[in-house]
């Protein structure tokens, strides 16, 4: 999508997208190797009752999906960051997860005119309906400068 096609209060969504102990595991043994990611027996007796996906792989997903229905051939560059990122709920092997993104605002910069600012919100469910996610994210947009002509 392009930064013009983005509104206040417009929702866009995106899944399922499912994921795998395999995956779980993988990911987590290159990332974020704590022992409710990676050990399935330990995993099992833990708080959780059983394996558990990392928050930060949850995220990936979320921005997998992100890119694929909003970002992917838009004029978007980079991001400053998140305002807020919470991990509701443990992400589980089988889950099939959808992403739920709400455009909370845009708008050009002030100071310079060819940059597009677009706050978002996503929130990522699973097929129970659960939140598992809710970040609030802000990406930026390379525009023409007011007055150029469009490319």
Known sequence: MKFAEFHPGQVIE????????????????????QWFHV??????????????????????????????????????????????????HPVRPGDELRLKITVLETRRSRSQGSLGILRWRWQMFNQHGTEVLDVEATSLFDLPAPGDPAP
Do not use: K
Not at 14 to 33: L, T
Not at 51 to 73: D, F, K, P
């Open 39 to 88: 050990d399935l027996e330990r995993a099992n007796a833990g708080r959780h009752g059983g394996l558990i996906a990392s928050g930060w792989q949850t995220c990936g997903l979320a921005m997998r999906l992100a890119v694929q229905v909003a970002l992917e051939g838009s004029e978007s560059f980079a991001s400053p960051g998140l305002s807020s990122l919470r991990w509701l």
């Open 14 to 33: 995106a899944g399922p997208v499912g994921i795998s102990a395999e995956e779980i595991v993988a990911f987590a043994r290159q990332y974020d190797p």
